[in-house]
């Protein structure tokens, strides 16, 4: 099976005077699963939607391993799967109908439809609940009935647009577990707002913010790009003589600003002069007083924080 890639090339959408999609460029490597993320309105489930084919764009271009949306609609829509946010399924269907029916519609040649199906129950997990009408399942399953029929006729690239949406924490990791697996053999971009679930299960991750990428690396590259100099956690064995290390670290060539940690009484929050590195003048710093260091660790940035810097205006 070839994997297939994504090029969006300066991508458009408008509604009105509205940019849903702000003329934004990316790429989507073979086997990668990024993740989408942005706040509500910021124009994920429109870009998605164009690349799906289900919404043709004001401006711009998406190439779905050569072939354009705006000439090969029809080829593209056969070798992708799509999950909706909304997960639309029949719900007076049973689950075995469902999948035949969408199996159908996919062109699965007839005599691979049951094995197709067989595989699909297998890999979702379905086979417990697989004889029941789709009304009587749980949000999970339903969640696993949509990601089957996105993948009935093995497609190359999944879409899945909030896939875990009210999904409880046992049936997240669930999913979660099986779009790792997927992304071994496809190419997937997962759109979310669960965001430890995209550094559990994504290779790199774009956000988008008012219909432009405002970043796109993986959770360590955006971290290392936020954080900018070293922050230290600090922390002394002596309560007693805070304040006398405290002014010491002060005036160290390296340090910029120090604070007392607000989670314990003898710990500072260090930060580093551009360029610096405050770990050795500390550590010696220490050693000429007899002050026993009981910690120094980098404070890493948190995906949260990045996330609300990149999107709160």
């Given at each position: 099976?070839?994997?297939?890639?994504?090029?969006?090339?300066?991508?458009?959408?408008?509604?009105?005077?509205?940019?849903?999609?702000?003329?934004?460029?990316?790429?989507?490597?073979?086997?990668?699963?990024?993740?989408?993320?942005?706040?509500?309105?910021?124009?994920?489930?429109?870009?998605?939607?164009?690349?799906?084919?289900?919404?043709?764009?004001?401006?711009?271009?998406?190439?779905?391993?050569?072939?354009?949306?705006?000439?090969?609609?029809?080829?593209?829509?056969k070798k992708i799967g799509y999950l909706p946010e909304d997960n639309p399924l029949y719900d007076d269907m049973l689950m075995l109908e469902y999948l035949e029916f969408v199996a159908e519609l996919q062109n699965v040649p007839k005599d691979k439809v049951r094995d197709r199906i067989?595989?699909?129950?297998?890999?979702?997990?379905?086979?417990?609940?697989?004889?029941?009408?789709?009304?009587?399942?749980?949000?999970?399953?339903?969640?696993?009935?949509?990601?089957?029929?996105?993948?009935?006729?093995?497609?190359?690239?999944?879409?899945?647009?909030?896939?875990?949406?009210?999904?409880?924490?046992?049936?997240?990791?669930?999913?979660?577990?099986?779009?790792?697996?997927?992304?071994?053999?496809?190419?997937?971009?997962?759109?979310?707002?669960?965001?430890?679930?995209?550094?559990?299960?994504?290779?790199?991750?774009?956000?988008?913010?008012?219909?432009?990428?405002?970043?796109?690396?993986?959770?360590?590259?955006?971290?290392?790009?936020?954080?900018?100099?070293?922050?230290?956690?600090?922390?002394?064995?002596?309560?007693?003589?805070?304040?006398?290390?405290?002014?010491?670290?002060?005036?160290l060539d390296s340090v910029a600003v120090v604070n007392f940690d607000k989670v314990s009484k003898n710990s500072f929050i260090v930060n580093c002069k551009?360029?610096?590195?405050?770990?050795?003048?500390?550590?010696?710093?220490?050693?000429?007083?007899?002050?026993?260091?009981?910690?120094?660790?980098?404070?890493?940035?948190?995906?949260?924080?990045?996330?609300?810097?990149?999107?709160?205006?």
């Amino acid at each position: 099976m070839v994997i297939m890639g994504i090029v969006v090339s300066n991508l458009t959408k408008k509604f009105g005077s509205q940019r849903a999609v702000d003329n934004i460029s990316f790429e989507v490597r073979t086997g990668e699963i990024v993740g989408f993320l942005g706040p509500n309105g910021a124009g994920k489930t429109t870009t998605m939607k164009i690349i799906t084919c289900y919404m043709a764009p004001n401006e711009g271009d998406v190439h779905v391993n050569d072939l354009s949306i705006l000439e090969n609609a029809d080829e593209i829509k056969k070798k992708i799967g799509y999950l909706p946010e909304d997960n639309p399924l029949y719900d007076d269907m049973l689950m075995l109908e469902y999948l035949e029916f969408v199996a159908e519609l996919q062109n699965v040649p007839k005599d691979k439809v049951r094995d197709r199906i067989s595989e699909m129950i297998y890999v979702c997990g379905l086979d417990v609940e697989k004889h029941k009408k789709i009304a009587e399942l749980s949000k999970g399953y339903k969640q696993r009935v949509g990601l089957a029929q996105a993948m009935i006729h093995d497609p190359e690239i999944l879409i899945l647009d909030e896939p875990t949406t009210g999904l409880d924490p046992n049936q997240i990791v669930e999913i979660r577990k099986l779009i790792r697996e997927l992304g071994k053999q496809k190419t997937v971009i997962l759109s979310t707002h669960i965001l430890p679930e995209v550094e559990a299960t994504c290779d790199r991750i774009l956000i988008i913010n008012k219909g432009k990428i405002v970043a796109d690396g993986t959770a360590e590259m955006l971290r290392q790009s936020a954080q900018g100099d070293e922050v230290l956690r600090v922390q002394i064995a002596e309560p007693e003589i805070r304040d006398q290390v405290y002014t010491a670290i002060q005036h160290l060539d390296s340090v910029a600003v120090v604070n007392f940690d607000k989670v314990s009484k003898n710990s500072f929050i260090v930060n580093c002069k551009q360029g610096n590195v405050s770990r050795k003048d500390i550590f010696n710093m220490c050693v000429q007083n007899n002050w026993v260091l009981t910690e120094m660790t980098p404070i890493e940035t948190k995906l949260e924080d990045i996330f609300r810097e990149l999107t709160i205006n």
